[in-house]
C-alpha cells in the first residue's frame, strides 16, 4: 500500500525530517537558557503519563477527566498537607483506580 503512494510517502518523511529539526531548535534554545540534565522533563512525563493512564488509554474524554482530577489532588496536597508532597497525590491516585479498574476510568473492555 505504502509503495502505491509515493507522494503520500514523501509527505510523511518530510514531515518527520521538518517535526525532528524543530524538535531540536527546541532543545538548543532550551539549553541556552538552562542547564541540562539527563533527567530533564521527567516529572512532566511522568505526570502525563498518569493521567492518559488514569484516564484510559484511547479515551480523550478520560484525558480531561484525570487531569481534572490529578490537578485537584496535586493543588489540596500541597495545600493542605505538604508542599513537597506535589506529586505524590497523582501517582497514589493512579494506583488506586488501576488496582480497581485496571483500564482507567473511561478504558473499554476489548473482546478477543
Known sequence: MVESDKLGMESVNLNSAVAAGLAGLAGMLLLAFQTGSPSMGLEPMVLSFSIVVLGGLGSLR?????????GFLDTAMTTIIAPSLTGLAGLVMLIVVLLVRPRGLFGRATSP
Open 62 to 70: 478520560g484525558s480531561i477527566v484525570g487531569a481534572y482530577i490529578i
